[in-house]
C-alpha cells in the first residue's frame, strides 16, 4: 500500500507544476532557515551544558548593595577558595581562575602578545573536563612558574617540535615558565577561553588574605549528592565570619551597623551550565551571550516555516475544485476517508522531503557567506551529531503533517454526489480561509520587518550617540608597563615630537571598558553610608585628550602639588551622593588600617560621558592621578591627526620598539574597541534583515502562486470585462484590491505585537531610540509594495491576454 500511496504522490506532485514548484521552494527556504537556527544554536548553546560534571561545578558570586550601588558579579577574593574547602566537606575541589589579555611571549626569536592566559591553580583539570594531550592532569600546575599551552600555541611557537620540558617566557621581564603539558584548544561555546594556563601560585597575589579585594573567579566542584540550595544557606554565616572584621577594619563599624543602614553583602552559587548566556552578571571571563537572542531567532525561523506551510495550504485548498473530480471518483470506486487523508499526507511529506534536500543545498551554498555576516564560525557535520539526522527526519514528517493535514481533511471531507454534479465548485471559490491565512503570513512578515528596523536604527544609534568625549583618531596601546613605569611620560614627550600626534595620556582604564570600583565615602558622615564609584587612575593630560568639559572647579595639573590625592569626579557622582558644593567635599578611600586611609579632596566636576557601554546608564566615576610608581603601566591613548593615520602610528610603533628593546606594539582604533562593543547587537540586526527578507519572499511566493490561481480561475470573467470595456489598469486594480485590504489588517495587527516586543528588547538599553510612526509606516509601504508588485505581475499577464481566447478558456 504504501508503495502505490507514494506513486499516486510522485504523480499529483508532477501534475501540479508550477504549484508545485512554488510550495518546494517555500518549503525548502523554510526548513534551510530551521536547519540555519538550529547550527546557530548549537553553537551558541555552551559548551559547558553538556560537561560530564556540569550539574556539580557551581561558581561562587557575589550579590550586594553599598550605598545606591547595586553589583551582582563573579569577582570574589584570593582567600576565599581554601577557605571554604577547608569549611565545608560538600565541596570536593575549589580553585581560583584570573584572566589575563595582553601578555607578551617569547620563545627564542618568536616574540607576540597574546590573550586569553588563564591562571589557575592545580585542580584545574580535576574540575574542567579539557583533555591535556601531553602532560599529567593532576601535576602540570602543582609547582610555580610552570604553564600549559594549547594545541594551537604549542604549534605557533613550537611547530614540530616537542613542547612538553621546554620553557617559555612571560611578561615585560622574561621570566622563565616551564611547559608541563598541552591541552585542546577550548570549544569556542566554552565560557572559559584560553591559550595558555600558568600555576596561579606563580602570582604574588596568590599570598593575598583580604577578603574584600575582588579581583579574581571562584569554583567548587560539589559532591555528587551535595544540594546546592542548602549549602548556599550554610556559605552565609561563615563568609561573615571572615568578612565581618575586615569591614569593621576597614570602615571603623561592625558588619551588623553596616548592613542596617541598608548596605548587603551575601554570596549564592551559580551553576555551570547557566554561565554562557547570562550577561546579569558582572564577570572577567570570555563575555556571555544573551538567551534571549537564542529564543528570538528560534521564533523567527518557526514564523518562516509556518509562513511556508501556510502557502502549502493555501495552495492546497485553492486548488481544491481540480481535485474535487479525483476525490469523487475515488469515493465511488470505495476509497475511504482514511485512505484519502493518507494519500494526501503522504503527497505533502514527499513534498517536504524533496524540499528538505533543497533546503540542504541552500544551507551548504549560503552558510558560509552567512557565517562572513555574522561573524561565527557556523558548520555542520550531518553525521558526527548524533542529534542532526534525527532532527531532520522529525521535522520533514512535521513539516509535512503541519502543511498537509488541513487539505487532508477537507478534500477528503466532500461528497462524491455533490462533486460529480459540479454543486461544489462555486462555494469552494470562496477563500475566507485563505485570506485568514495570508492575512497571519504578512502579519508575521510585518512583524520581522519592523524588529528588523527597529534593531537597525538602534545599532546605528549605538555607533554614532556623542559619548562626550573624542573618539575619532584615537589609537589605545596596550601595556603601557613594557615601557617601565618610571618612562612612560618621558615616551609621551618623545612622540609628541612626531608629525600627527596632537597629544597622549597614561590610565588604568580604557575608554567603553571600565575595570574597577572603589568604596568611598564622604568626611563627615558615618563609614556605613559608604558608596562605590568607578575608578580611573591617569596622568594630568587625561582630560585635554579625550576633550572632556569641565563644568565645575578645575581639571587635576601638575602645577598644584596636592593633586597627586586630589580627584575630579563626574555629574552623576554629584547627584547620586547629593554633593550641593562638591569643590567642598573631601571623599575616604578605606584602608585595613585607619592611619592608611587616603583623603581626596574634590577639585572638579566633569560633564558626564560615557565611559561604559551604552546599555548602562552613566554612573558616579572618579578620576585619581597616577602615580610615577605604581607597578602596573595600564594603558596609554594618543589622539592623531586624520592625515597620514599609519604613517604616524608607524613611527610611534617604531619608538615604541626603542623603548622596550624591540617588543612588539599592540594597539587598536578606540572606535573600533567601542563598536565592538555592540558586536552581538549588529549580529542581531544582521539576521533579523536576512529573515526578514526571506519572510516576505516566501510569503509573496504564496501570494505568487495564490494570484496566478486566482487569475486563472478569472480569465472568463476577465475577457468578459475587457470586452465591456475594462482597461488594463481597471483589471489590474480588480485582482490587487483584495491584496491591499489583507495587508492593511496584517499591518494593524502586527503593529502593536511589535511595539510590545521591540519596547521590551530597547528596555534593555539605557540610552535608545524612540520608536516612531516612521518606522511602522515604513513597514507596511514595502510589504505592501512588494506584494502588490507580486500580484500586479500575475494581474497584467491575465489582463494582457487577448478577450477571445480568454472567453474560449474551460
Not at 562626550?468 to 615601557?483: D, F, K, P, S
Not at 585635554?544 to 590625592?565: H, I, K, M
Not at 585607619?594 to 554612573?619: K, N
Not at 524612540?770 to 509601504?781: D, H, S, V
Request: aromatic share 10%; net charge negative; charged share 20%.
Amino acid at each position: 500500500m504504501f508503495k502505490n500511496f507514494l506513486k499516486v504522490a510522485i504523480r499529483n506532485i508532477f501534475r501540479q507544476k508550477i504549484y508545485a514548484l512554488i510550495n518546494i521552494l517555500g518549503l525548502a527556504i523554510g526548513l534551510a532557515c530551521s536547519l540555519l537556527i538550529m547550527v546557530f544554536i548549537m553553537h551558541e548553546l555552551s559548551y559547558d551544558m553538556f560537561h560530564s560534571k556540569k550539574d556539580q561545578i557551581y561558581r561562587l558570586c557575589i550579590k550586594g548593595k553599598i550605598g545606591e550601588t547595586e553589583m551582582d558579579m563573579a569577582y570574589t577574593a584570593v582567600p576565599t577558595a581554601p577557605a571554604f574547602k577547608q569549611e565545608f566537606p560538600e565541596i570536593t575541589e575549589a580553585i581560583r581562575l584570573e584572566n589575563r589579555n595582553d601578555v607578551l611571549f617569547r620563545y627564542g626569536e618568536k616574540s607576540f602578545v597574546e590573550d586569553d592566559l588563564l591562571w589557575a591553580d592545580s585542580t584545574f583539570f580535576k574540575i574542567f573536563d579539557f583533555r591535556l594531550i601531553s602532560g599529567q592532569p593532576d601535576r602540570v600546575l602543582t609547582e610555580p612558574q610552570t604553564i600549559v599551552l594549547t594545541e594551537k600555541m604549542a604549534n605557533k611557537y613550537f611547530g614540530d617540535e616537542e613542547a612538553v620540558g621546554k620553557s617559555i617566557n612571560m611578561g615585560s621581564d622574561s621570566t622563565e615558565y616551564r611547559i608541563t603539558g598541552i591541552v585542546e584548544n577550548p570549544p569556542e561555546n566554552s565560557h572559559l577561553g584560553f591559550n595558555f594556563i600558568a600555576s596561579f601560585h606563580s602570582l604574588e597575589k596568590a599570598k593575598n588574605t583580604i577578603w574584600l579585594s575582588h579581583n579574581l573567579s571562584t569554583y567548587f566542584l560539589l559532591g555528587e549528592d551535595v544540594n546546592a540550595n542548602l549549602l548556599e544557606e550554610k556559605i552565609q554565616p561563615v563568609m561573615l565570619k571572615y568578612v565581618g572584621p575586615e569591614v569593621e577594619q576597614f570602615l571603623g563599624v561592625p558588619i551588623d551597623q553596616f548592613m542596617e543602614a541598608g548596605n548587603a553583602y551575601g554570596m549564592y552559587l551559580q551553576p555551570l551550565s547557566d554561565i554562557h548566556l547570562n550577561p546579569e552578571i558582572q564577570q572577567s571571563m570570555k563575555p556571555p551571550h544573551e538567551r534571549k537572542y537564542i529564543y528570538i531567532f528560534s521564533l523567527i525561523a518557526a514564523f518562516i516555516l509556518i509562513i511556508a506551510c501556510i502557502n502549502f495550504m493555501n495552495l492546497s485548498t485553492a486548488r481544491s475544485a481540480n481535485r474535487s473530480r479525483e476525490v469523487g471518483m475515488r469515493k465511488v470506486l470505495g476509497s475511504t476517508k482514511n485512505l484519502l487523508v493518507g494519500q494526501f499526507l503522504m503527497e505533502s511529506i514527499f513534498l517536504s522531503l524533496i524540499a528538505l534536500i533543497l533546503g540542504i543545498v541552500l544551507l551548504e551554498l549560503l552558510l558560509p557567506a552567512f557565517s562572513n555576516l555574522i561573524h561565527l564560525d557556523l558548520r555542520v557535520d550531518y553525521f558526527a551529531n548524533p542529534i542532526i539526522i534525527p532532527y531532520l527526519i522529525i521535522l520533514v514528517i512535521f513539516v509535512g503533517i503541519l502543511s498537509g493535514s488541513y487539505p487532508a481533511f477537507y478534500l477528503s471531507s466532500f461528497r462524491p454526489l455533490a462533486v460529480l454534479s459540479g454543486k461544489l465548485a462555486t462555494g469552494m471559490k470562496t477563500g475566507w480561509l485563505r485570506s485568514i491565512l495570508v492575512v497571519l503570513q504578512f502579519t508575521i512578515s510585518i512583524g520581522i520587518v519592523i524588529a528588523t528596523i527597529v534593531v537597525t536604527r538602534q545599532v546605528n544609534y549605538l555607533l554614532n550617540k556623542d559619548l562626550g568625549y573624542e573618539t575619532e583618531q584615537m589609537v589605545n596601546i596596550q601595556r603601557a608597563g613594557a615601557l617601565g613605569q618610571e618612562h612612560i611620560q618621558t615616551f609621551k614627550q618623545e612622540i609628541a615630537n612626531i608629525p600627527g600626534v596632537i597629544t597622549s595620556t597614561n590610565s588604568t582604564m580604557l575608554m567603553g571598558n571600565p575595570n574597577n570600583s572603589n568604596s568611598y565615602s564622604i568626611e563627615g558622615q558615618p563609614f556605613e553610608n559608604s558608596f562605590i564609584l568607578n575608578t580611573n587612575w591617569i596622568d594630568f593630560d587625561y582630560a585635554e585628550t579625550f576633550e572632556l568639559e569641565v563644568v565645575q572647579g578645575r581639571f587635576l595639573s601638575p602645577d598644584y602639588a596636592s593633586d597627586s590625592t586630589n580627584v575630579v569626579v563626574n555629574e552623576a557622582a554629584v547627584r547620586a551622593f547629593n554633593m550641593e558644593d562638591p569643590l567642598s567635599i573631601r571623599i575616604i578611600q578605606p584602608s585595613r588600617n585607619p592611619e592608611d586611609r587616603i583623603f581626596h579632596q574634590i577639585v572638579g566636576v566633569v560633564r558626564d560621558f560615557h565611559f561604559a557601554s551604552l546599555h548602562t546608564p552613566i554612573e558616579p566615576f572618579v578620576l585619581i592621578h597616577k602615580a610615577t610608581d605604581w607597578d602596573w603601566g595600564g594603558y596609554l591613548t594618543v589622539r592623531l591627526e586624520t592625515e597620514n593615520l599609519q604613517r604616524t602610528i608607524s613611527e610611534i610603533e617604531n619608538t615604541w620598539k626603542e623603548f622596550t628593546s624591540n617588543q612588539p606594539m599592540e594597539y587598536s582604533l578606540l572606535d573600533d574597541d567601542l563598536a565592538a562593543r555592540y558586536e552581538e547587537e549588529k549580529r542581531t540586526g544582521t539576521i533579523f534583515g536576512i529573515f526578514s527578507v526571506l519572510a516576505i519572499l516566501v510569503a509573496c511566493l504564496g501570494l505568487l502562486g495564490l494570484s496566478s490561481y486566482s487569475a486563472e480561475q478569472r480569465t472568463r470573467e476577465i475577457g468578459l470585462r475587457k470586452v465591456m470595456g475594462a482597461t488594463v489598469s481597471n483589471i489590474v486594480r480588480l485582482l490587487s484590491k483584495e491584496t491591499l485590504i489583507l495587508i492593511l489588517i496584517a499591518t494593524i495587527i502586527s503593529v502593536p505585537v511589535a511595539w510590545i516586543t521591540m519596547g521590551n528588547w530597547l528596555e534593555s538599553f539605557a540610552f535608545r531610540i524612540k520608536m516612531g510612526p516612521f518606522i511602522f509606516i515604513m513597514a507596511f509601504l514595502g510589504a505592501l509594495a512588494i506584494a502588490l508588485l507580486t500580484v500586479s505581475i500575475q494581474a497584467m499577464n491575465a489582463a494582457l491576454k487577448n478577450p477571445a481566447e480568454s472567453l474560449r478558456y474551460e
